[in-house]
């Protein structure tokens, strides 16, 4: 399952700003991948599914936890967050909010 691109969330994109730039490099390599094939894990990059969302993954990107969906044929990144209150109970209502935000926004028309 090959897709066509990868966005980011309003928020996941001013939290990829603030990543330092080894980061965000190591980032953009990753997003090649997952474009390729979004579900399947290597040795140096492990996908699990976040419990409680159904279609949302997660993955390491060194001190951080990077979140995912794929909308369509688009890989959108919904957070980048510091683990561990990547895993809290209101991380995860942030993340379940950021994507119906997205998901309302789609269905609006443009001005």
Known sequence: M????AEFTAEAREEFRNLA????RQ??????YL??????SYPWLRL??????P????FRLGPKRVFYTV?????LLIAIALRPT???ASARKELHRRLQSHRQSERRPPP
């Open 21 to 24: 730039r080894s980061l965000q």
């Open 48 to 53: 699990k599914e976040q419990p409680g969302l």
């Open 55 to 58: 279609g949302v993954w997660r």
């Open 86 to 88: 990547a895993f809290t």
């Open 35 to 40: 474009i390729q094939d979004p579900y399947r």
């Open 27 to 32: 980032l953009r390599d990753l997003i090649t």
């Open 2 to 5: 090959t897709l066509d691109h």
């Open 71 to 75: 909308d369509g044929s688009v890989l």
